[in-house]
């Protein structure tokens, strides 16, 4: 059987974090820190309504904790500067390396997928903008499932939509709380630590692999 | 029916930010940003262990959040101060108006409950510890439930398991996402928001009352 490799989208493939130099425009030298704070709502807002049985999709998330962080940094942000921050998030540029390696892994013989917490017809926008669409056999959204990873639920979705299993699938994300969710229902992982300043949450998950970027991934897979 | 009043203890009763002072013996001027690392993260992992169906208790969540924010902080804290810390997070002390408010809500013929997301022994010990632990009819922890607030599971068994009633019951708390979690099945909420710079997650829920402390508390119940 083929090897399927999984991407993460956000953090992974695009780069979530260019979205700094137009929020700089907005909230200045504290641009950093307010997109940090966003980026932690934003995932504790998911996970907190799942918990609550509440079914929203992510982007109700985003922009929920985009209004939390102009109020923890006291910033106004006017609604069309949000709405331009959201437009700005839908067309993000894929790190400069992505497209060549996704090749080179297609080329290898491996069957690629994107897999996502957004929603469906933004990521495959996201993805046809950056030019990595055609590197996929498909693009997979938890979107319709009222939940999101790292629920053991979507990945177990994931593998029996794509007909890939367990033991012949590598999940590769940038996303501490993503990777040790694949981990957990027993795929393998490869994180992608872009900067020492990124973080793997100290839960004692042992990795697979930690790759600095997807050309050490394809050297990495070459090698294998 | 006697109404009940449903209390959370961290940040409503006991002053979990006192632990400040210790924590800057060794995070220095930073301690407030640690901190707010420290508690968003120890959140974030109680909901995240509960979507990945993986059964810890809210002490492990907190021990490893503080591992998180030290990585995140670039600060080591050896072994001994952080259990000295978890020490001290035993003995918080209660809000200076927390006693005499209490005290007069149940001369006032009112039901109190202390309901929380700690391990029951400790709370336990942290309310007696805080002189408070005699103003309930019980203590009620999520312990041993698998889940925490604000599933709306733990809020329906906190109703249950003290033969109170949802029109019968109002839930008193200082944290944004359990006032959000209570008043998601229906109970009547009071938020304390001790500062300013609290910030209630902008859901667009309407809140039944805010009140600045306790004794505000006091006030609303007597003028009801």
């Known amino acids: 059987m083929k090897i399927s490799l999984a991407f993460d989208v956000h953090g992974t493939l ?3 974090s260019s979205v ?3 929020l700089a425009s907005y909230v200045g030298g504290e641009a950093a820190s307010f997109f940090e704070t966003w980026k932690y ?3 504790e807002y998911a996970f907190r309504r799942r918990m609550m049985e509440d079914d929203v999709d992510f982007s109700l998330c985003t922009r929920q904790a985009l209004d939390y962080a102009c109020l923890r940094h006291k910033v106004e942000i006017p609604e069309e500067g949000k709405l331009a921050l959201f437009d700005f998030s839908k067309r993000l540029p894929a790190y ?4 060549v390696a996704l ?3 297609k080329e290898m013989g491996f069957k690629l997928f994107a897999f996502t917490n957004g929603p469906l017809d933004e990521v495959k926008e996201l993805l046809r903008h950056a030019e990595l669409e055609d590197c996929f056999m498909s693009i997979y959204s938890v979107e319709g499932s009222r939940t999101f990873k790292p629920d053991p639920a979507v990945y177990e979705s994931f ?3 794509n007909h890939t299993g367990h033991r012949f699938t ?11 969710g694949a981990k957990n229902i027993g795929l393998k992982v490869v994180w992608v630590q872009r900067t020492l300043d990124s973080i793997m949450d100290p839960w004692g ?6 790759v600095k970027n997807l050309d050490e991934l394809v050297a990495f897979f070459r090698d294998k």
Chains 1, 2 share one sequence.
């Open 14 to 16: 695009v780069d979530a």
């Open 159 to 161: 593998l029996r939509s």
């Open 103 to 105: 090749e080179r892994l």
């Open 41 to 43: 709502k934003q995932r």
């Open 96 to 99: 400069p390396e992505a497209k």
């Open 205 to 210: 998950v042992s990795l697979d692999q930690i």
């Open 170 to 180: 590598w999940f590769i994300s940038g996303n501490s709380f993503d990777v040790i």
């Open 20 to 22: 700094l130099e137009p």
